[in-house]
Structure formats: structure tokens, C-alpha cells
């Protein structure tokens, strides 16, 4: 087993792509920046000075304290503090974890179904793939945001009013990954119907294999380059997505705000003056996006031959 | 600048075409020489990758980067063209030099009539209006054989065969009456039936309007109609080269020969084809010495071992010349008998 | 062509049906329909006139057809939230986000177009490479962030332009104008600018994506192969192939935009049609949003419409006719 894992190590960084890689200094600062944002974020716990959540530590008199390196900051407070006392960069931190958290599971979600749908549309054809397709261009239609909101505003309804804050992030995996399958399904569709047509599988099935082991073991390798592409741009799309929702204040409670509440509260602040709050949470979300952009942006300029 | 009338139209001088890639610089013509001469049909055969697509894009200075001509030099009418800046040079494409490629579907602009794109060349080139233009474009599709030119000229390309197609693509070629066509692989991405057609079109036109035409394709069938003489390429240099009817009835290159005993003819009766063993060398491993020894029967012939030592130049054997050292005493002994004589 | 038109307006109707499916479940199952067409002041009686008139003893597709009539004629229903009919609030507003979403539009073609065309052009140049690096970072902006920090740039430090509201409107028959006044033409530019960036940054990276693969054409070897000059190479041929596909998209994205003026409005407080639908998810107003929802779908297809036939228009190769014999 760890035979064949040093094995593909070896392999990739044999391979072109490692080499590209190294080559481009951007795409190694993103990485390097996006890993640290994601690492800190996913072990906030750790790394975070303050638990900004836990309103046993919050002091009123803390409130809208500014950066430490302005006059009246603390230097327990690096990045200031908000309405609530709660410590800027501890939030940004919590905040980013939820943002990533969402985005994350959005595009795992989105991918499953995607390429399941896609398979099962371009292997079994016929009645099934006309309807799933038709499906999915009404779907396109329809802007993903739009989608989002409309399952978000449809969830408020539908769920008792005490079970909101729970559910909600949930509620906000499903919007958003309804909102990107189509991309996945269409792209695996198109290489299962190249794929099926081939005589190994009418082979296989001779032999009595199962056509779902078929399309796995074969159709899921050819897939795989431009399916990471699209899945590396869809997570800066999804998290963009997910703090667009909370800003409007369909998105996550106030309770476990990610960026885009952070940007929505410090919005309110901003005209009398304690701009660190929507700075830095702004900042922090842009950073995070970009570099996760410009490491899909190389990725799908490495996998394509013909930008060379 | 007038031009001698011994000079040959197109000289081609040690050209040399390199590839920097990052496992280094790959040479895919290495250094090879050969002219044609006014009204001339030069046949340049070769298998994929042997480089002759390139080499007809250098001389009409189209090589696509990171490709370039590393060295050497290519005379059009005594007058060196391999380093003119870019506007002389695109003066010189269409009006003295022109070309034709592989795919008729894709060489015309699908969004505009087959009209616009010749009228638009012959207004590049010549100074005519735009009605004497228009006029020009009609007899040339004429020429070309297409029927019902005046009304055609106003159609799109998808709405001609693919035939149909490559006249128009010729007609485009011929449109500001250059005095070299490079046709790259002209008939290949045609049905079999019509091939036979371009190539008769192809010959007749360049007869007409007296081109010399640099052919350059991998079937030997279409130089044995069309070319007068015919350079075969592998590996990146000229193997052999010399008039088609001796190149194909008295091959003097191992290689040239077991190309020739490769092609089946219809009145055989054999049991297997005959083929070449082993296959061309890529570009990150051509051998020293000769590019053809690995697979050559006659290495032990040649004494102290120098096909795998020294590279051999193309030297005068029976009626062509080779470049290969079974013919070197030959060389000697014709310059001897020159020198004699 | 005619044949071709046909087959776009069935597909378009049946998309068109589908969505009001979706509206018409979101009306019956997501809260109780008969509330919906009643003023809460309403009693019982009432109700259960409304119930049997509204035909909803009847069975489910009887319902559906009542509904595709209802919203064939513009009912439907009353606000939850506002208590007015729905298709009046969304008629007065649809002209501020229709204003809005076309100067967004006309100034992602007018920067996007050239800029890309550029970056194609002059690829290994630094400033292309300057420019690509600001589109990346443009894709990465959230819609809501850009119009926040141009807000405080303009608005609050320079004091140029104002941070939200459309400025003063003229009434022209139905429709309410604001580019007739200069504090309605200051109004719309900030949040114009930022609507169109994403727009921008599309279409510029579209535009120079297809220019580079054009390049690359045979057809392009061809004509460099017959001297033609740079000029008639780029922008005779390259050019014409390039924006053929970008026409598609384009389209495409002002149905896009539409929704999107949703989150510009919030930040500029913008009184179209966005806001209202996002005031709507908020208080679970089901009308307004299965209405919007319909209205957008019709837009779209709408679109989508214009966009099939205006590609007819330009690449020969659609139009189907029987090309004359051609021999070989």
C-alpha cells in the first residue's frame, strides 16, 4: 500500500504538472498563502487568541476597540475588536472555517451528484438522459445565486422558526450545491458517451460485468483533469456564493457568522469610522478566494494541450 | 534587384530548424540543402516527423514558435529571405511564394464567401479595383474548374464538397500569381477518387502559369505522377534527392530502397509485404553518424565503422545523390574523373 | 429558418412551463395558498369562497391550468409582506433594474471587448499580463464587497456620487427614467460599475480565450500564408470568428445580470426588482418570489430567443439551405 502511494508521489513529482508548478512563482505564493489561511482556519480552536463565540469571555468594554497598532488599540486585539467586543482576527478565523466548511462540503456535494447524474444520463441514455439534461438546462437558466436564494427563502418556510439557526447550514450546503451540479454532469455526460460507445465496455458486458463498475473504473480517470478544474474554480464560486447569502442575511445566524456577516455588520459601522471591522474580514475573504482562483486558473492552463 | 537566369528560384542553404524545450534544444531539420529551379516540381517525401512540414514552413516563413531557423538560409531569386522583417516578408507571401495546407475545410474562413477572401488577396497584392479584382477572382475559379464561378464566387465554404474546396483553396493560392507554391500534403484529406483530380489541376496550372511547386507529402504515389525531381527526407536531413524516375526505378540510399521495396504493386505475388525494421528515431535520440544505421542492412560494407561515426553529406551516387558512405569511393572517383577529364 | 424559429419557441415554451411548475408548487405547497390571495383581515367565510372559487377542491391539474391563466394575465396574487398585488409592485420596479442592468451591460462590452482583444493580441506583453492578473482578482471580488468599497471611495471620501437610491426619476408613460436627470444619471454609475465588473472580467477573458484559440486556426495560417496584413488578419478575420461565440455568452449573461442586480441593489438600496425579491426571501413572501421566479424565467427565454437567431443571422453555416450542386 505505501508502496503504491511513494510510487504516485514519485510519479507527480516527476510529472510536467510539478514541474510548471515550481516554475511559477504566483501560483506558489497562492498555494502557499491559501494553505496557511485554510490551516489556520480549520484548527481556529488552536490558533485563534480569543473564542469569540463563547459569550462567557466577551466584555462589552472591549467594543470597538481599534488594530494594536493605532493609539487606543490593545495589543490583545490585533485587529481590533467589533460591536461586540469580539476579537477581530479570532473571528475572522472562526469565520473563515465556516465559509470553508460550506464551500467545501457545497462542492463535494455538487461533484457527487454531478458525475453520478452524468454518468447515469450518459451511460443509460434514452427517456432517462433527455429528462435529466432538460433538467439541467432550465437549471442553467437560472443563475446560482438566484437558485440559492429561492432554496434558502423555501427552507424558511418550510422549517419551524426554532429549528432555523440549526439547520441552516445545511440549508445553505444544499442551495448551494443545487446550484452547481450542472457543470460536473455535463462534462462527465460527455465522456461517458465517448467512452460507451468503445468495445471494451460492450466487452465487459458480455462477460456479465456490472455497467456501473464499467463506468467507474474507466470513465472516472478520463474525467478527473477537468472535472479538479472546475471543482477548484467552484469552490471560489461557492464560498463567494455563501458570503453573498449571509451578507443579504439569508445565510448563516448571527450566531456563527462567517465572513460575509462579518462584512454585512462591519458595513454598518463603516461611515463613523470603525472600519477595521469590514476591512479586515474583506480583506481576509478576497485572499482567500483569489489564491484558491489562481491556483484553478493554472490548473486548467496546465491540463489544457492546447494553451501551450 | 533583376535575377540571374542561372540562378535557381529557391535556394535552400544548411537550414537549420531547433525546438528549445526544457530537456533542451531539439533539432528537427538538420542542416539540409537542396534548390529548385523556375517551373520546377521539387517532390519532398518523408514519414511524419522526418521534417518536411517544417521545412516548407520555414521557407515561407510561417514556423510557429517556439520553433526557429537556428542557422543557414533561404535564397528566393538570389535575394535572402530567412531574416527580412516582418513587412517584407508578408509582401512576399501570397505575391512570390504562396502555399497550400493539408485541410480544405479548415483553410477557408467559414464566415465569410469564398469571393471576399480571393478578392481580398488579389487586393493585397496587385493594383486593381475592386471590380477588376472581383473579375480576376471569377476566371481564376474558372481555371480552377469550379462551375458556375460568377454565381459560386458569392457562396460560403460549407457549401462546397471537399474537392470543390481544395480548387478553391488552390485558386486562393494562385490569386496574386506567385512564382513558388509550398503545398503541404495537398490531397491527403481527400477522398482517393479526387486526389487524382487536384494533382492533375495541380500540375497543369503550375505548367501554365510556369510555378515551381515544393510538394511535400508522405505518399509516393503523388510524386511519381507530379514531381520532376523528388528529396527524400528522414529524420530531419535529405537522405537522397535527384530526378523521381531514377529516385524510384535505381534508389541509391538503403533507405530510399526500402521505401521503394515497401511499396506493394498490384501485380506482385508475395507472401508478406517487405518493410523497413525498426522505426525513424525521435528527435532526443538520433544516432551518431548516420540517422539510419541502427536500421541499415549495408553498415558492414562501409569500412572503419564510419556510419556510426561520421554523418555523411549528400554525395553524388549513380544519378542522384545520397547521402551515405557506400557511395564515398564513388564521389572520389567522380572527381577524379572530373578533374581528369 | 423557419423551421428552426419553431423549434426554439416550443423548447422555450416548455422551459416557460416548467418554471411556472415550480412557481405554482412553491404557491400550493410552501404555505397556504388561500392566505396568499387574502388580506389577513379575511374570515372564514371567506376563505372557503375563495378555496372553492380558486378551484382548490379540484384536482391538481385543473389548478395548474388556472394558474398558467392567472400568470398568462399577470395575477399573481397579493404580497404577503406589502399587501398590494404583486404584479403592480413588480411593473414599477422592473424599469430601475432593466436601467440599471443595461448600462452594466453596455460597459462590460465597451471595456471588456477591446481590453480582451488586447490581451490577445499583445499576449507576452507586461500589461496584458497586468491586465489578466486584475481580471483574476475581479473574479475573486464578491458583488456586494465591490460596491461597498466603491461606495466608501466615491461616496464617502470623495464625495462624488451618492451612495445609494436612484436620484431623481421622470415618468415616461409606464415606465420611471432616471437618466433624464443628472442626480438620476450620477446615481446609476456606482452601482452600474458595480454590477459590470464580474461582466467584465468575463467577457474580457472570454474574448481573448477565443482570440487566442481563432489564432491558432488553420484558416488564419492561410491568410498570413497569402500576405494579408495584420490588420486584415486580426480584425477582418480573427475578429469576426472571435465575437461569434461571445455574442452567445454575452446574451446569456444579461439574463445573469438580472439576478444578480439583486445583491447591487441591497448595497446600493437600489428600488428595483432585486431588492424586492430579496425582501421577499426574508419575509418568506411566497407571491413575490414565485412571481419574480416566473418573470425571470420569461426573461431568459426571451433571451435565449434573440441571442438563437441573432446567431443565424451571423454564421452561414446554420442556415440550412440546400447548397446547389457542387460536383467535386
Given amino acids: 500500500m505505501t508502496g503504491a502511494l511513494g510510487g504516485t508521489i514519485r510519479r507527480i513529482l516527476d510529472s510536467d504538472i510539478w514541474y510548471k508548478f515550481k516554475r511559477d512563482p504566483i501560483v506558489v505564493t497562492a498555494t502557499i498563502v491559501g494553505l496557511l489561511l485554510i490551516l489556520s482556519s480549520a484548527f481556529a480552536p488552536l490558533f485563534a487568541p480569543h473564542s469569540p463565540f463563547d459569550l462567557k469571555t466577551l466584555n462589552l468594554s472591549d467594543a470597538f476597540t481599534p488594530p494594536a497598532w493605532i493609539e487606543a488599540g490593545k495589543s490583545q486585539f490585533l485587529l481590533g475588536t467589533d460591536d461586540q467586543g469580539r476579537d477581530v482576527l479570532s473571528t475572522i478565523m472562526y469565520g473563515s472555517r465556516a465559509s470553508l466548511v460550506v464551500g467545501f462540503a457545497a462542492v463535494l456535494l455538487s461533484m457527487v451528484v454531478g458525475i453520478t447524474l452524468g454518468l447515469i444520463s450518459g451511460y443509460f441514455g434514452g427517456a432517462l438522459d433527455a429528462f435529466i439534461m432538460r433538467v439541467a438546462d432550465v437549471q442553467l437558466s437560472f443563475p446560482a445565486i438566484l437558485i440559492a436564494l429561492l432554496i434558502s427563502g423555501v427552507a424558511r418556510v418550510v422549517i419551524p422558526n426554532s429549528q432555523h439557526d440549526q439547520v441552516a447550514i445545511y440549508v445553505l450546503i444544499f442551495a448551494i450545491a443545487a446550484s452547481g451540479w450542472v457543470q460536473y454532469a455535463r462534462t462527465v455526460r460527455a465522456s461517458t458517451l465517448v467512452e460507451r460507445n468503445k468495445e471494451y465496455v460492450q466487452a465487459a458486458q458480455v462477460i456479465g460485468r456490472r455497467p456501473l463498475a464499467i463506468m467507474f473504473a474507466h470513465v472516472l480517470p478520463n474525467v478527473l483533469g477537468p472535472v479538479m478544474v472546475l471543482a477548484t474554480l467552484h469552490i471560489g464560486t461557492a464560498i463567494i456564493t455563501e458570503a453573498t447569502l449571509s451578507y443579504l442575511g439569508v445565510g448563516m445566524p448571527a450566531t456563527q457568522p462567517t465572513l460575509g456577516t462579518m462584512i454585512r455588520i462591519g458595513g454598518d459601522f463603516l461611515l463613523s469610522g470603525e472600519w477595521w471591522i469590514l476591512w479586515f474580514p474583506g480583506l481576509a475573504l478576497v485572499v482567500l478566494v483569489l489564491s484558491i482562483n489562481i491556483i484553478g486558473d493554472w490548473l486548467r492552463d496546465a491540463l489544457n494541450p492546447k494553451l501551450r | 534587384m533583376p535575377s540571374s537566369p542561372n540562378v535557381p528560384l529557391l535556394q535552400v542553404k544548411n537550414l537549420r530548424i531547433e525546438f528549445p524545450t526544457r530537456r533542451g534544444i531539439l533539432t528537427a531539420v538538420d542542416d539540409i540543402s537542396f534548390d529548385i529551379a523556375a517551373g520546377e516540381v521539387l517532390g519532398v517525401v518523408g514519414e511524419s516527423g522526418a521534417g518536411k512540414s517544417l521545412t516548407g514552413a520555414a521557407v515561407i516563413g510561417l514556423l510557429e514558435p517556439p520553433g526557429r531557423i537556428a542557422s543557414g538560409e533561404i535564397l528566393l531569386a538570389g535575394r535572402r529571405i530567412d531574416n527580412l522583417p516582418f513587412e517584407e516578408l508578408r509582401k512576399i507571401r501570397g505575391r512570390e511564394i504562396g502555399a497550400i495546407f493539408q485541410d480544405p475545410l479548415t483553410s477557408l474562413n467559414p464566415l465569410y464567401t469564398i469571393g471576399r477572401q480571393i478578392v481580398e488577396t488579389i487586393e493585397t497584392h496587385l493594383d486593381l479595383t475592386h471590380t477588376q479584382a472581383r473579375a480576376r477572382a471569377i476566371e481564376l475559379l474558372n481555371e480552377v474548374g469550379i462551375p458556375a464561378a460568377d454565381r459560386r464566387i458569392d457562396h460560403y465554404p460549407h457549401q462546397f464538397s471537399g474537392g470543390m474546396r481544395q480548387r478553391v483553396v488552390i485558386s486562393l493560392a494562385l490569386a496574386a500569381n506567385p512564382k513558388l507554391i509550398i503545398a503541404d500534403e495537398p490531397t491527403t484529406a481527400l477522398d482517393v477518387s479526387i486526389q487524382a483530380q487536384i494533382i492533375t489541376l495541380i500540375k497543369k496550372l503550375c505548367r501554365e502559369h510556369g510555378t515551381a511547386v515544393m510538394l511535400v507529402t508522405h505518399d509516393m504515389g503523388v510524386i511519381a505522377e507530379t514531381a520532376d525531381r523528388v528529396a527524400v527526407m528522414y529524420a530531419g536531413r535529405i537522405a537522397e534527392i535527384g530526378p523521381v524516375a531514377e529516385v524510384i526505378h535505381s534508389p541509391q540510399h538503403p533507405y530510399t530502397i526500402g521505401l521503394m521495396g515497401a511499396i506493394p504493386s498490384v501485380g506482385d505475388n508475395h507472401e508478406r509485404l517487405s518493410q523497413i525494421d525498426g522505426s525513424m528515431p525521435r528527435l532526443t535520440a538520433i544516432p551518431k553518424g548516420c540517422a539510419f544505421n541502427p536500421r541499415c542492412t549495408r553498415v558492414q560494407d562501409v569500412p572503419h565503422q564510419r556510419c556510426t561515426t561520421e554523418r555523411p553529406e549528400l554525395m553524388p551516387a549513380g544519378k542522384t545523390m545520397a547521402a551515405c558512405w557506400l557511395h564515398a569511393s564513388e564521389a572520389v572517383h567522380q572527381v577524379k574523373q572530373a578533374v581528369t577529364a | ?328
Fill in chain 3, 1 to 328: 429558418m423557419l423551421a428552426f424559429i419553431a423549434r426554439r419557441l416550443l423548447q422555450s415554451i416548455l422551459v416557460m412551463l416548467t418554471v411556472g411548475f415550480i412557481a405554482f408548487s412553491l404557491f400550493n405547497f410552501v404555505g397556504d395558498p388561500v392566505a396568499l390571495m387574502l388580506p389577513p383581515e379575511a374570515t372564514q367565510a371567506d376563505r372557503d369562497e375563495v378555496r372553492k372559487s380558486l378551484g382548490l377542491d379540484k384536482p391538481f391539474y385543473t389548478q395548474f391550468a388556472v394558474f398558467v391563466q392567472n400568470a398568462l394575465q399577470g395575477n399573481f396574487g397579493i404580497s404577503l409582506r406589502l399587501g398590494r398585488p404583486v404584479s403592480q409592485l413588480l411593473a414599477e420596479r422592473l424599469p430601475a433594474t432593466l436601467e440599471l442592468v443595461g448600462v452594466a451591460t453596455l460597459l462590460a462590452l465597451l471595456v471588456g471587448i477591446p481590453v480582451g482583444i488586447y490581451t490577445a493580441l499583445k499576449r507576452d506583453h507586461w500589461s496584458s499580463q497586468v491586465l489578466l492578473t486584475g481580471s483574476l482578482i475581479g473574479v475573486s471580488l464578491p458583488n456586494f464587497l465591490i460596491g461597498i468599497f466603491l461606495i466608501i471611495i466615491f461616496a464617502v471620501w470623495l464625495g462624488v456620487l451618492p451612495s445609494f437610491g436612484r436620484g431623481d426619476t421622470t415618468q415616461l408613460g409606464f415606465w420611471s427614467t432616471g437618466f433624464l436627470t443628472v442626480s438620476g444619471l450620477k446615481a446609476v454609475i456606482l452601482p452600474a460599475v458595480t454590477l459590470g465588473f464580474y461582466p467584465v472580467t468575463l467577457i474580457m477573458r472570454l474574448v481573448r480565450s477565443e482570440m487566442l484559440e481563432v489564432l491558432r486556426t488553420d484558416y488564419i495560417k492561410f491568410a498570413r500564408a497569402r500576405g494579408l496584413s495584420n490588420q486584415a488578419v486580426h480584425f477582418g478575420h480573427a475578429l469576426k470568428n472571435t465575437l461569434v461565440p461571445v455574442i452567445t455568452i454575452t446574451g446569456l449573461q444579461l439574463g445573469g445580470l438580472i439576478a444578480f442586480a439583486i445583491i447591487t441593489e441591497t448595497v446600493f438600496q437600489w428600488p428595483g426588482m432585486g431588492l424586492l425579491f430579496i425582501q421577499a426571501v426574508q419575509f418568506a413572501d411566497i407571491p413575490v418570489m414565485a412571481a419574480y421566479l416566473c418573470l425571470i424565467g420569461f426573461i431568459f427565454v426571451t433571451i435565449n430567443l434573440i441571442v438563437d437567431t441573432l446567431y443565424y443571422v451571423v454564421d452561414p453555416r446554420l442556415r440550412m439551405e440546400t447548397s446547389s450542386a457542387g460536383g467535386h
